[in-house]
């Protein structure tokens, strides 16, 4: 499986940014997809995911209510839809694929397949 991820760039604080991110070569659907991120000098964390079916989605406390994670199944396609940005936002941004089943996992070991980031950078 390979991920893309793009649309990253340079933002004000309260503006909105989408990313989006290219699934291809699976033989089988990820359950589910995941945004991730990591922000210079720290760990990288959980943002949010959402099932391939878009049945279930999961968002991080940190970004509840100021971002929307939806999938195109037919374009094989994950977006992340950021509005209200805050420096704190910026870090490199992950996409990834997860074949567990059963939830939409938080826990960046459960994803078994990455895409290579793309940075957002929001200044003040």
């Known amino acids: 499986v390979q991920l893309q991820a793009f649309g990253g760039g340079l933002v004000q604080a309260g503006g909105s940014l989408r990313l989006s991110c290219i699934v291809s070569?699976?033989?089988?659907?990820?359950?589910?997809l995941g945004w991730f991120r990591q922000a210079p000098g720290k760990e990288r964390e959980f943002v949010g995911g959402?099932?391939?079916?878009?049945?279930?989605?999961k968002y991080a406390d940190s970004v509840k209510g100021r971002i929307t994670i939806s999938i195109d199944a037919a374009k094989n396609t994950l977006y992340l839809q950021m509005e209200g940005l805050k420096t704190e936002d910026t870090a490199v941004y992950y996409c990834?694929?997860?074949?567990?089943?059963?939830?939409?996992?938080?826990?960046?070991?459960?994803?078994?397949?990455w895409g290579q980031g793309t940075l957002v950078t929001v200044s003040s």
């Open positions: 990834a694929a997860q074949r567990r089943r059963g939830r939409v996992e938080v826990i960046e070991r459960l994803y078994e397949h």
């Open positions: 070569g699976y033989t089988s659907t990820p359950y589910a």
């Open positions: 959402i099932s391939w079916t878009a049945v279930m989605t």
